[in-house]
T-cell receptor, first 113, second 114 residues
Framework: GNSVTQMEGPVTLSEEAFLTINCTYT??????LFWYVQYPGEGLQLLLK?????DKGSNKGFEATYRKETTSFHLEKGSVQVSDSAVYFC????????????FGRGTQLTVWP | DGGITQSPKYLFRKEGQNVTLSCEQN?????MYWYRQDPGQGLRLIYY???????QKGDIAEGYSVSREKKESFPLTVTSAQKNPTAFYLC?????????????FGDGTRLSIL
């Protein structure tokens, strides 16, 4: 089964609105968790990561906190911009040492001016 | 600048034809990966390699083949056995160990059937 479940999109917001994209994971052990962003026609770029419980990853105004008690890693941003329009992917390494990642299905975000 | 280069950006395949997608990295990364992206399905792992001359099947390896003769290169061949090859293909690399290091992605190759 899928190790990472993220909120289905599309998500449409007005500029300066608050963003939450939910992500939950299943894993044995202590996985590392990641958020990637994909702009149209491009590959994925790492947005932020967290490697242990209660860690908060942050970058470009985005934040996500590793919550072991709820197995969640929700992405948040206080005030979105038009330039944040992209597809966002949550990913986990499942606590494996093999180096591979397991991705959620992606959430399309569109921000209108 | 270090990075991952995928070529070509667009590729067309005829029925019964094998095609090879190129992936080169100059990041000195040990591990490399190939993903297939279809609308609404996220990324699915095709093959990965943690070290030169070694690779493992991912979740959807049927109809694909790879080689890892050099650290910098991890080409993917889409064979005629892959009946639905139309997709966006992404190559990635990482340091490998420890596994909590992020993967770096190329800009992808879009493959279509003629």
């Amino acid at each position: 089964g899928n190790s990472v479940t993220q909120m289905e999109g599309p998500v449409t917001l007005s500029e300066e609105a608050f963003l939450t994209i939910n992500c939950t994971y299943t894993a044995t052990g202590y996985p590392s968790l990641f958020w990637y962003v994909q702009y149209p026609g491009e590959g994925l770029q790492l947005l932020l990561k967290a490697t242990k419980a209660d860690d908060k990853g942050s970058n470009k105004g985005f934040e996500a906190t590793y919550r072991k008690e709820t197995t969640s890693f929700h992405l948040e941003k206080g005030s979105v911009q038009v330039s944040d329009s992209a597809v966002y992917f949550c990913a986990s390494d499942r606590g494996s040492t093999l180096g591979r990642l397991y991705f959620g299905r992606g959430t399309q975000l569109t921000v209108w001016p | 600048d270090g990075g991952i280069t995928q070529s070509p950006k667009y590729l067309f395949r005829k029925e019964g034809q094998n095609v090879t997608l190129s992936c080169e990295q100059n990041l000195n990364h040990d591990a490399m990966y190939w993903y297939r992206q279809d609308p609404g399905q996220g990324l699915r792992l095709i093959y990965y390699s943690q070290i030169v001359n070694d690779f493992q099947k991912g979740d959807i390896a049927e109809g694909y083949s790879v080689s890892r003769e050099k650290k910098e290169s991890f080409p993917l061949t889409v064979t005629s056995a892959q009946k639905n090859p139309t997709a966006f293909y992404l190559c990635a690399s990482s340091i490998g160990q420890p596994s909590n290091q992020p993967q770096h992605f190329g800009d992808g190759t879009r493959l279509s059937i003629l």
